[in-house]
Structures are given as structure tokens and as C-alpha cells.
């Protein structure tokens, strides 16, 4: 949530900062800006909606020269998203420019304090007061640095502040405290933004940065300090993904093409995961064995998509470990006094990492000695870093807004813990431990299947293009897959779609079918426990209602043909798995429908990738 950029070095700055920009714009696309330092007052752009409307305002009146520069691209928490609350914003008499993303919870008090002595504030953000008390701090003398250390004592909040000075071009300095923000380490060149697709393309090394820390860059230095002025070290790592990885190479979407990188993604996600011995094991941990032996209670907590991969994981996981799994939306989590207890594992799962709700979560989990273990896509961010284990998923950088192969390895993940658990507790035999991981060694050829005969979905997102209402339904595993589906179509198409378990349907939801309302229905596979039988009752009763059904239902399954308007066939797998597969016909229906709907699908409207606010 806001993409923050900030440049020092050779380059035209402007050129860097609006590259960085258009990297991370998924992070939030309600207004863009840049300021740079040159020789005077601070130059500097700014323009509500997307980066594209500033692009064209500096193409109108270009600003001058510099290679010290920072930019932002926003998500609009405090104030509307208009010019003059876009950021940067610049102190008093515009010595200093600054870039924010997280909330800064004491600003009324500052801001009657800035107007008490007299300065004008211009907008309504709680941004701009940054930028005033810097630009006092500066005034009575010091360093930038020192200035942005006095002022991040008196802040309370999330916040990660980028800041240039009109009278230092060498120097850009940033803070971080709970929002995310990383340095990219160039050749007489250095880089900071919100995550490393800012400076992909210049360099993959990079610095990452730990809480209330301070970082100055200039052309040859990079220097890290806490909020008190003492030096710490920055973690160095290499990025192991490369510019092609945040391009869309030919698609017209990058969700597009993360739907179809999905059998990459899963091959990724299971990679290395075993020793020579062929035992699971996880990536990096501070739960040992026997802590895992001792857990009397599991607890998912995530928000949105990786709320549905906890949903899919708890019904692997109870039944491989045989422990009490509850799934729990991240922002209620903390709110309602959970029993934790020294034998709780907490498993957060987020694609970014950054999610402020469950960095909430844990942070509350790990006050009350509860074990943490992170499912995460972005190393290095802020939750696994403060985990006590982290399983990375191993995605790859996932731009579009909608989650698509982050969902997909945050379920495969969730099976490989599930599996390893039932490893470690002995819950599970071997061999059948063996078996669902050659399984899943299955899937990338079963999802490239699914993918390769998708000209059906395209069809029927053409003939679905006027609803105006959808429903999906599902039982055991399928029921967070149908919402998984309903939340698809929500944030792509600005439909009013809505996911039920199938055996609700006769407690109420039914009354809302009436002839030709689309309703998926993804059918499990046939079993001992008769799940299939009766979810073929369920499509009955709505079709005997005149619902329009499109049935999900496994390959050889025959019979269904009568009740179903539309058929999407998917390989056969056991009960578990199958949401590896039917979930990725309706990743590529929604697509495929926002697309002839004239939507943004990689940036839906007032939504943000990572939201880093509570
Ligand atoms: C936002 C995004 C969703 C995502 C959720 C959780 O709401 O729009 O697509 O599922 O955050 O994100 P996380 O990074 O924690 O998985």
C-alpha cells in the first residue's frame, strides 16, 4: 500500500524514480509524484490518479536536472485522493520533500502543534506534518539524518518516510518503523523503494532494513542506524529474480500471466523441500522438532485470498496432524482475547509479508508465548521477520492486485506443513506422506492441463458479460474455493458475487435463485463419504429452480451432464488437492470477464496489493 521510491547516483534521478514508480504502482494508484533535488528550491510533480496522469505533466512542463530524487504512488488512507494531498509533501519554505506510506496515529496533536507556530498546512494528510517538523529540525542545524531522527521519536504509528533536502543533493534518507521499505545497492548509485522491483532493474543486491531504523544513501555509502543514532548492520542479500520476472512479457495482464506461471510457481514451491533421506523439511526455523511435537493447537490467521488458502490448509492439516486447526481473519484475531498458550503454533500466511492486520496478529501471538511460523512469498519482509519459522512459497514477485499464484503456493505450502507436521508427530504413515507428495509433484502437469483448454471459460465469461449477480458453491475443501471465486469476481469485475457451502444452501441462500442466475459449483470428487452425492442433490435443487449451473467436476465423472449448463472438466486427484485445480478456472474466468467488462485488471478500483495500514 503506496509504493515509495528514492534515487541517488549518476542517473537522471526523474528517470529512475518514475520507473521505480511504474514497478510499484500496484501498490497504490490514487495519485503519483516526485521531487527532486536541484539547484534552488525543491522541484517537484504531483497529480491525483494514476502515474500515466503525471507522466504527462512532466512531459508538459519538465522539471530540471538532478540525480537525487525520491517519488510515491499512493493509496489514499488520510485526505481524498486529490493534487494537493499526493505526495511528496514539503515543508514551510520547501527546504524539504517527503514521501510516507503507513499512518502516523498522533498527527492531530502534531499538526495543531505546526499550526499553533504559525506554519500553514496545506493538505489533509497526515503526511505533511512530517515534512514540517523536518524541515524546523533542519533549520536549527544538522544533518538530514539527524533531523529525520529527532522527528521519528516524536512519531507514533507505521511509517516508512523517504526525505530529500533543496540544500543536500548527496543524501536521501529514510526511516522504517513497521512498513516496509528496502535499499538497493548499486556502483556509485544507490536505491531505495517499498519493495525491489523499484531498482530491479539497476541492481538485484540489497539491504534489508529492521524496525525504528534509519538508513542514509548517497553515491558510494549506505549507512543504517536506529532511531537513537547507533549504528547498526543491514542484512545483505542477492535477489534471485530478475527484470523479466516483473514484466509482462506479451500477456495483457500480469495477472494473466501469473494464473498461467502456475505450474512454475508449484514446481518452485516444492523444490528442495526434501533431504537425501526423502523427510520433509522447512525452510528456516526456530521451532525445533520436538516444540512441533508439543503443539495442542493450530491457529491461520491471513486476510483476504490467503484467508481462503488457511480455510483449504485446515482441513489438510486437521487431517493429517490430528491437531485443532482454527482459521481466523487476521484483523479479528487479536480483537476478541484468543487463548494462546506456549503450545499454540500461530501460521500467518501473506503473500507480501507487509499486511499490517496480520503483523498485528502475530506481534499479539508472540506477546503471549505463542510459536509463529510464517507462510510467505517476499523475503525478508516484515512478517517472516519477525516469525519464529518461515516457509517461503517461493512465487515469485506477484504484481497483479488480485492474489493468483500467490494463492496457489500458499495452499501448496500449507500442504507441505501439514505433511511435515504429521512427519515430525508420526500422524500419518510414510508411505502416505510419500504418496500426497508425489501428488503434488503432479500438479504443475495437471494446472498446465487446465490452462491449455481454457478457451471454454473464454466463452462463457463472453455470454456471463451482463450479470450482474453470481454465486459458487462448495463442500469440504471446495467451499473456500467457491469463495475464493466469489472474492475474484468481486475485486476484478464489480460483481455482487457471494461463495456458500453447498449444505447451507437449503438454510436460506436458496431463496435467492431465480431462472438464469449463474451459480459454479465445484463438485467433489466421488468418495466413501458421499460428499459428491449430495453436492449433485445441491446443483438439482438450484437447477430445479432455473439456476444457470456451470459445474466444475472431475474428469471421468459421468452422469452430471443433464444438470449442468456448462461442464468444466478437471483432472482427477484426491479429495485435498483438488483445489490446486478448480480454483484456476475461476482465477481465468474472472480475468477473462473484468477484461470484456473495459476493467484495470491488475489495478482494481480502491483496492491496494499490500495493505500496510490496520
Ligand atoms: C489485499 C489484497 C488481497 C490479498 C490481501 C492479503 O487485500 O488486495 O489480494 O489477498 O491483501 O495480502 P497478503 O499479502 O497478506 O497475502
Keep these: 500500500m503506496c509504493g515509495i521510491v528514492g534515487y541517488v547516483g549518476e542517473k537522471q534521478a526523474q528517470d529512475v524514480v518514475i520507473e521505480g514508480l511504474r514497478r510499484l504502482e500496484y501498490r497504490g494508484y490514487d495519485s503519483a509524484g516526485i521531487a527532486l533535488v536541484v539547484d534552488g528550491p525543491i522541484a517537484w510533480a504531483k497529480k491525483a490518479g494514476k502515474l500515466a496522469n503525471l507522466e504527462k505533466e512532466l512531459a508538459e512542463s519538465p522539471l530540471p536536472g538532478s ?3 525520491i517519488g510515491h504512488t499512493r493509496w489514499a488512507t488520510h485526505g481524498a485522493p486529490n493534487d494537493v494531498n499526493a505526495h511528496p509533501h514539503l515543508g514551510g519554505h520547501h527546504r524539504v520533500a517527503l514521501v510516507h506510506n503507513g499512518i502516523i496515529e498522533n498527527f492531530a496533536e502534531l499538526r495543531a502543534e505546526i499550526e499553533a507556530a504559525g506554519d500553514e498546512l496545506r493538505s489533509e494528510t497526515d503526511t ?22 529527532q522527528v521519528c521519536a516524536r512519531l507514533e504509528g507505521a511509517f516508512t518516510l523517504v526525505a530529500i533536502d533543496a540544500e543536500d543533493p548527496s543524501r536521501v534518507v529514510a526511516a522504517r518503523r513497521s512498513s516496509p521499505l528496502v535499499v538497493g545497492l548499486g556502483d ?32 558510494d555509502d549506505v549507512s543504517v542506524t536506529d532511531f537513537d543514532g547507533r549504528p547498526v548492520e543491514g542484512t545483505r542479500y542477492h535477489v534471485d529474480w530478475d527484470l523479466s520476472a516483473a514484466e509482462k512479457d506479451g500477456y495483457d495482464w500480469f495477472m494473466r500471466k501469473e494464473i498461467f506461471e502456475q505450474p512454475r510457481a508449484i514446481g518452485d514451491a516444492l523444490l528442495g523441500r526434501h533431504d537425501p533421506a526423502g523427510r520433509l523439511q522447512l525452510d528456516e526455523g526456530r521451532i525445533s522438532d520436538d516444540e512441533l511435537r508439543e503443539v495442542d493447537k493450530i491457529i491461520i490467521v491471513a ?25 481466523e481473519l487476521a484483523h479479528e484475531f487479536r480483537y476478541r482475547d484468543p487463548i494462546l498458550t506456549r503450545s499454540t503454533l500461530v501460521v500467518a500466511i501473506s503473500q507480501s509479508g507487509e499486511t499490517a492486520d496480520t503483523l498485528m496478529a502475530i506481534r499479539h501471538a508472540r506477546t503471549q508465548r505463542a510459536k509463529v511460523l510464517a507462510i510467505c512469498n517476499t523475503n525478508g519482509s516484515t512478517i517472516p521477520r519477525e516469525s519464529d519459522a518461515v516457509l517461503y512459497t517461493h512465487a515469485g514477485p506477484e504484481i497483479g492486485v488480485a492474489s493468483t499464484k500467490g494463492f496457489m503456493t500458499q495452499m501448496i505450502a500449507a500442504y507441505l506443513l501439514g505433511l511435515y507436521l504429521a512427519q515430525v508427530r508420526g500422524t500419518s504413515y510414510a508411505d502416505e506422506i510419500a504418496r500426497v507428495v508425489t ?47 466469489a472474492l475474484k469476481l468481486k475485486e476484478l469485475a464489480y460483481l455482487h458475487a457471494e461463495g456458500f457451502a453447498a449444505g447451507e444452501l437449503k438454510h436460506g441462500p436458496i431463496a435467492l435463485i431465480e ?8 463438485v467433489p470428487p466421488r468418495g466413501r463419504d458421499q460428499l459428491h452425492e449430495k453436492m449433485v442433490s445441491a446443483i438439482q435443487e438450484i437447477r430445479a429452480r432455473g439456476a444457470r449451473t456451470i459445474v466444475m467436476v472431475e474428469d471421468d465423472d459421468t452422469g452430471i451432464e443433464e444438470f449442468a449448463d456448462t461442464i468444466i472438466r478437471l483432472p482427477r486427484v484426491s479429495t485435498l488437492l483438488q483445489p490446486v485445480l478448480a480454483v484456476v478456472p475461476l482465477q ?4 477473462e470477464l473484468a477484461t470484456r467488462l473495459g476493467h484495470d485488471v491488475d489495478q482494481p478500483r480502491n483496492l491496494a496489493k499490500s495493505v500496510t495500514v490496520e
Design 128 to 149: 505533511e506534518i512530517a515534512a514540517h517538523l523536518i524541515e524546523r529540525a533542519l533549520a536549527e542545524g544538522g544533518t538530514l539524518t539527524e533531523a529525520m531522527q
Design 515 to 522: 431462472p438464469g442466475l449463474p451459480v459454479f459449483c465445484v
Design 188 to 219: 556509485g548509485e544507490n536505491f531505495l523503494g517499498s519493495d525491489v522491483a523499484a531498482f530491479i532493474q539497476h541492481t538485484r543486491e540489497a539491504l534489508e532494513l529492521g524496525q525504528d531504523q534509519i538508513v542514509t544513501i548517497t553515491r
Design 67 to 69: 540525480t537525487t530524487g
Design 588 to 591: 481465468l474466468f474472472a480475468c
Design 303 to 327: 486476510c483476504g485470498t490467503a484467508f481462503y488458502a488457511g480455510l483449504v490448509a485446515k482441513y489438510a492439516i486437521e487431517h493429517w496432524t490430528r491437531i485443532p486447526c482454527e482459521v
Design 439 to 485: 501428488e503434488l509433484g503432479d500438479m504443475p502437469g495437471h494446472v498446465q492441463r487446465i490452462l491449455d483448454g481454457s478457451d471454454d471459460l473464454y466463452a462463457l465469461a463472453e455470454e456471463l458479460q451482463q450479470a450482474r449477480v453470481v454465486l459458487f458453491l462448495g463442500r469440504h475443501v471446495g467451499y473456500p474455493i467457491a469463495l475464493e471465486g
